[in-house]
């Protein structure tokens, strides 16, 4: 992304120079909020599955909460004296990630894809707190109270990927296509599909004892059909 221009003005106390600084964090970060924006829409759409009006659900608070910090991004923008640029032009050309890779697909899958997508957005909401903290504590608290909100998200998503062990289905998964795979509810199912049975040789001794039994029949036949 290519740094904005200095501002001719900046809020009271931080010098343009640092208000051009925080104003290159917050246009990524107004990226990512717009991009996850319509992630969360396009995953809205795609879900199938039994777990359908759920997830559809439960994905429309999130959309909206995220356009709200969408929007409190752009009006500090423009407060420290930048302009903020919400086009998709703008978001494609200076973004420094991929889009959202999976389509149609069971509501869980998205969800183990989602919560990759959740944290690398908390994660580099936190990088840009740790370096808005040392210019702009307003920026800094800004940025802190999209965090509260995000994790919370992220943590509604965990829930459905969760087992009672505590443990994540999509543990491990460094892509949204393996993410996906890993929470699909039929890897699930066959992760719980008992193995098939083999069956197993009888024990020496019972092998022994029929075929003892069976030359005894032979013997008692034959002896019939002689004295016949």
């Known amino acids: 992304m290519s740094p904005a221009r200095t501002p001719r003005y900046t809020v009271p106390g931080l010098g343009v120079d640092e208000g051009r600084q925080v104003i290159d ?4 970060r107004l990226h990512a909020l717009n991009d996850l924006a319509l992630t969360l829409k396009h995953i809205h759409w ?3 599955g039994p777990h359908f009006i759920a997830v559809h659900e439960m ?3 999130q959309t909206a909460a995220v356009r709200d910090m969408a929007d409190a991004a752009a009006e500090r923008i423009s407060a420290l004296g930048g302009e903020p640029n919400g086009t998709p032009g703008a978001l494609v ?7 959202y890779s999976v389509g149609r697909a069971d509501a869980i899958a998205h969800l183990g894809a989602l919560d990759l997508v959740y944290t690398g957005i908390i994660e580099d909401h936190r990088e840009a707190v740790e370096k808005a903290g040392e210019i702009d504590p307003v920026t800094e608290d800004l940025l802190i109270e999209h ?6 998200f992220q943590w509604f998503v965990r829930a459905h990927l969760e087992s009672s062990s505590g443990t994540l289905s999509n543990a491990g998964a460094d892509t949204e296509e393996a993410a ?3 929470a699909s509810p039929k890897r699930a199912a066959a992760k719980r599909a008992p193995a098939k049975k083999t069956a197993l040789p009888a024990p020496a001794k019972k092998t022994a004892a029929k075929k003892t039994a069976k030359k005894a029949v032979k013997k008692t036949t034959a002896s019939r059909r002689t004295t016949r």
């Open 25 to 28: 964090l917050l246009t990524l």
């Open 46 to 48: 795609n879900v199938v």
């Open 59 to 61: 994905l429309d608070p």
């Open 93 to 99: 050309r200076e973004r420094t990630w991929d889009d």
């Open 147 to 152: 965090l509260r909100g995000l994790e919370q």
């Open 180 to 182: 996906a795979e890993a």
